[in-house]
């Protein structure tokens, strides 16, 4: 399935005293690979909010760590819409670590984040057309 990938360096914030990024951090990195997701298909998790009143609160959310990200590295975020069905809508993601050319990348972590398309009063409802068509065209095998 294709993939949105977005690249970011590790801050020295976003680690603990040993140089090794906090096991949240790849949280608030699942969020920024949603946006840049949507982002990419020319669509605004803004405008979802503003234009459509659609909020996308997370229901669900794994990942599992497979080496650690450290203070300086370059990652990439991989970002997929992996399901969509009714109001409930899942994404799939895989943080890397970025080798040198001609190297192949590390794996950090995957996981996934389960979105309910909502209302301002988490009242479930459809997430907007032209963002389901958009979601769905990235799901299809090429």
């Known amino acids: 399935m294709p993939v949105n990938t977005y690249q970011v360096r590790v801050r020295y914030a976003e680690t ?9 951090n790849y949280l608030v990195w699942f969020e920024l690979g949603r946006v840049e997701l949507l982002r990419s298909l020319g669509l605004a998790y803004s405008q979802l ?3 459509h009143e659609c ?3 997370v229901v669900e959310a794994t990942c599992r760590y ?3 990200a450290r203070y300086d590295d370059e990652i990439l ?7 969509l069905r009714g109001s409930v809508l899942k994404f799939a993601y895989r943080i890397l670590r970025k080798a040198p050319e001609g190297e192949k990348h590390q794996l950090l972590a995957e996981g996934e984040t389960v979105h309910v398309v909502c209302d301002d009063q988490l009242c479930k409802k459809p997430l907007p057309e032209h963002y389901a068509e958009a979601l ?3 799901m299809v095998e090429p």
């Open 77 to 83: 975020i991989e970002t997929r819409p992996a399901m």
């Open 136 to 138: 769905r065209a990235l």
């Open 16 to 24: 603990d005293q040993m140089g090794i990024v906090y096991y949240a």
């Open 49 to 51: 909010e503003k234009e």
């Open 66 to 68: 497979r080496a650690p």
């Open 55 to 57: 909020i996308l609160p």
